[in-house]
């Protein structure tokens, strides 16, 4: 035996039980004797001979097994038969697992690690049991750089892997406990492990959340701010009621509410869903807008109802007086143009008035039932007049549309002035478009909305294809004296008073635009239910109707300026007039009155705590048949209810014309002695 073969002999010889492996190695392993072994195989069997700390096996070129002595318990009965044999008879049970491993360093010459390699093995006793390993498989390499075997150093991780596995089925059944999802992140905020209240809440499983940062789930608006909290983190600052949204599977965001502190590199934190608060609490703060959005309508409509009802007595002097004094011009043409001027200016003043009574949603309308479509078609002939021929205008009507009740008149002028609006959106031309379709406004619908009831509506939609509005301006574009027009040349009451006019017809209106996209507008009206009456009006006469012999009237109005003006139109009409400038000396004059007196004429809002419709009522109890005529330049509750007037009332509203207090007179007068008679 050579000096390596003696030595390694002699080294062999103080192994205690590993003494045998002289014999084994000589007789029975493929290794051959010791004396044959080369430099590099000496070198790694000292290595494992030496190895007191681990478990060192040291596989042959031919994979025949030398081991320590630390690895002879583990192996049970197998020692010392596996001692120099190859791995495929020694370890054949496990030769499917150790196979790819050995063969892989063989072939590549480089170190191989197996971190918790799971190993069933009996140990001494023939107590079988499942093992865990950390195995580091390194190759040695001969003079002449051929692999001489493969050096094995293993660590058992058996405890450490059982209670890691302990660990982990108790933080599965706190944090099952847990109701809110719960986290921990390494110090660049990549999430190491997470509670199973994350896929309850979110849809994601454990294996999708961990191993990268919360960026690809965050909403893009909360990048920069959750980013900032992560640093703070890093920097030993803990985070307390921060908030932002992640995405859950099905694409819906979740809003959280969070709380963490940094230890030792690493991030935990706690974060509560807020999704269903934080819904409550926009809908509270729209809630609360549109209640302020109404309380300052509701403001705004008072007072402009207030200056609206004042301003139009006096229009009623002007406008009236002015018309006096056209019907006595004769041949003075320079006279004529200042009166006409003048006349003019008033019924702008008037118009502007009738808008802001329509904002306020007291105007008094006189609704019936009417065809959309017909109503559209005959507004569309006037609009095509207006626009101009850079104004492509559509009309598309509905199959079957429903009824609608509404006042005729008010509703054209509503289509009329979206339509100017439309026109002014569209400068260099374009396109409007006027739909009427039925639809239906649902429960869901009319919960977000201010004064809408669900239920079936017919929708008049406007369209155009304008420079449209921004979002500063889509908010404020209802609002009374608001406008993006140029100083002179808008008003701010267009929008304000079909605001005011649809809501006071039952309606609801909404506007859509956005720059460079146009403007929509969208008119939902109450279905009506019944048949639309045949138009049976007569043709306006060609003349003022004058009164008759005897025909007497009772003027009855507090404004001393606008019962001169009545007064004077009736008696020039032919008619008896009495005047009273409150109620009582209303009826005092109705029942000293001989003979008896044909028509009440009354505003409705008098002095003196007694409104026109008290005056009307006691008069009628006192005298069955007198013929009442109202005239207001205010719609108030005394004669209307929910917009609209009573039936059998009859109302002149202020400023009202010559022509119309003569013709509306005679109508009232003629009607019923026609119905008597008949």
């Known amino acids: 035996m050579s000096a390596p073969a003696q030595d390694f002999a002699g080294m062999i010889a103080a192994q205690g039980p590993l003494g045998e492996l002289t014999a084994h190695i000589d007789t029975r392993s493929p290794l051959g004797p010791v004396d044959r072994w080369s430099p590099a195989l000496l070198s790694a069997v000292r290595l494992m001979l030496s190895s007191k700390a681990e478990i060192v096996l040291f596989w042959g070129p031919d994979l025949c097994a030398l081991y320590n002595e630390a690895y002879a318990p583990t192996i049970g009965d197998k020692h010392p038969r596996a001692l120099g044999r190859p791995a495929r008879e020694g370890w054949a049970e496990l030769w499917h697992d150790l196979e790819p491993l050995l063969l892989s360093v063989v072939k590549d010459g480089e170190t ?69 999802p719960f986290l921990i992140a390494d110090e660049a905020g990549v999430w190491l492990s997470a509670s199973p209240a994350w896929t309850d809440i979110l849809g994601w499983s454990e294996d999708e959340l961990v191993g990268r940062t919360s960026q690809w789930m965050e909403h893009p608006d909360d990048f920069g701010k959750t980013r900032y909290e992560v640093e703070n983190l890093r920097d030993g600052i803990a985070t307390q009621r921060f908030e932002n949204r992640f ?22 934190c706690v974060a509560r869903d807020v999704t269903e608060q934080r819904m409550h609490a926009q809908a509270l703060a729209e809630t609360e807008a549109a209640l302020r959005q109404a309380q ?46 003048a006349m003019a200016g008033a019924e702008r003043a008037a118009m502007l008035t009738q808008r802001l009574l329509a904002f306020s949603r007291r105007q008094p309308l006189a609704p019936e039932r009417a065809d959309p479509n017909h109503l559209v078609g005959q507004t569309t002939e006037l609009l095509s007049r207006t626009l101009g021929a850079t104004i492509e205008l559509e009309t598309i009507q509905a199959a079957g549309a429903w009824p609608i009740e509404i006042d005729v008149y ?10 100017v609006n439309a026109r002014d959106a569209m400068p260099d031309g374009g396109k409007l478009t006027i739909e009427v379709a039925n639809t239906h406004i649902d429960a869901l619908y009319a919960a977000q909305e201010e004064d809408i009831s669900p239920g079936q509506y017919v929708l008049i939609c406007l369209s155009d294809t304008g420079h449209g509005m921004d979002a500063d301006t889509l908010r404020r574009a209802i609002e009374p004296f608001f406008t993006t027009k140029e100083v002179g040349r808008g008003t701010g009451l267009g929008l304000s008073m079909v605001y005011g006019f649809i809501k006071q017809s039952g309606g609801h209106l909404r506007v ?44 009855c109005e507090d404004d001393e300026k606008v019962r001169a003006y009545s007064v004077e139109v009736l008696t020039e009409l032919g008619y008896q007039v009495v005047e009273a400038e409150d109620g009582q000396t209303a009826l005092a004059r109705l029942d000293e009155a001989s003979p008896p007196i044909d028509m009440l004429f009354t505003d409705v809002i008098l002095p003196g705590g007694m409104t026109g419709a008290d005056i009307a009522g006691e008069a009628l109890a006192r005298h069955p048949g007198l013929k009442i005529l109202f005239a207001t330049g205010y719609a108030r509750n005394a004669i209307f209810h929910h917009g609209r007037l009573d039936p059998g009332v009859e109302l002149l509203t202020k400023p009202f014309t010559y022509a119309d207090l003569a013709g509306k007179v005679r109508e009232i007068l003629d009607r019923d002695k026609a119905q008597g008679a008949t």
């Open 247 to 268: 995405r859950a599977k099905d694409g819906s965001y979740r809003n959280f509410s969070w709380t963490a502190v940094p230890d030792n590199g690493l991030i935990y």
């Open 410 to 419: 008010q509703m054209e002028n509503v289509l009329l002035n979206l339509a």
């Open 512 to 555: 859509y635009s956005e720059p460079g996209q146009g403007t929509t507008v969208k008119l939902y009206l109450p279905r009506s239910y019944g048949e639309i009456a045949a138009n049976d009006q007569l043709a306006a006469p060609s003349q003022t109707p004058k009164g008759r012999d005897g025909e007497t009237i009772l003027v």
């Open 112 to 180: 191989v690690h197996a971190k918790d390699r799971p190993f069933y093995i009996e140990r001494a006793g023939g107590r079988g049991e499942q093992v865990y390993f950390d195995i580091s498989y390194s190759p040695v390499f001969e003079m002449d750089g051929s692999i001489g075997g493969v050096l094995c150093i293993v660590n058992e991780t058996t405890r450490r892997v059982e209670w890691e596995r302990q660990m982990q089925a108790e933080r599965n059944r706190l944090w099952t406990l847990a109701r809110d």
């Open 296 to 341: 300052k309508m509701e403001t705004l409509g008072q007072l402009t109802g207030g200056v609206a009802h004042d301003f139009n007595n006096l229009l009623q002097v002007v406008t009236g007086n002015l018309e006096l004094l056209q019907r006595r011009l004769d041949g003075n043409d320079k006279l004529r143009r200042a009166v006409d001027n």
